[in-house]
Nanobody, 123 residues
């Protein structure tokens, strides 16, 4: 069964760091793009960081602060989140790209969503 499971969320203070993990199973992990997305209360789900054509693509709001990486041997994609801001507060999801003819980091081109992990940035 194809599964993606997020972990690593929590409560951090502004300026703090957190590393999220997305563990995959049931498919050849290294053959697919994995993206990180988030949904803040009352807002639409948005792309945060995706591996597009083998290189990372970041939302402008997180560029320079977040880093996506992957360890195919562990079937895991990570999202290192530094210099966190209150506006980063959201449920963070990972997903596998399903539209192989698309390269943009938008939710509609991804599927097999994990359950999400809550990230709260607050003093």
């Amino acid at each position: 069964q194809l599964r993606l499971v997020e972990s690593g969320g929590g409560l951090v203070q502004p300026g703090g760091s957190l590393r999220l993990s997305c563990a995959g199973s049931g498919f050849t992990f290294g053959s697919y793009d994995i993206g990180w997305f988030r949904r803040a209360p009352g807002k639409e789900r948005e792309g945060v960081a995706c591996m597009t054509i083998g290189s990372p693509n970041y939302a402008d709001s997180v560029k320079g602060r977040f880093t996506i990486s992957r360890d195919n041997g562990k079937n895991t994609v990570y999202l290192q989140m530094n210099s966190l801001k209150p506006e980063d507060t959201a449920v963070y999801y990972c997903a596998k790209r399903t539209s192989l003819d698309q390269t943009t980091c938008v939710p509609s081109y991804f599927g097999s969503w994990g359950q999400g992990t809550q990230v709260t940035v607050s003093s």
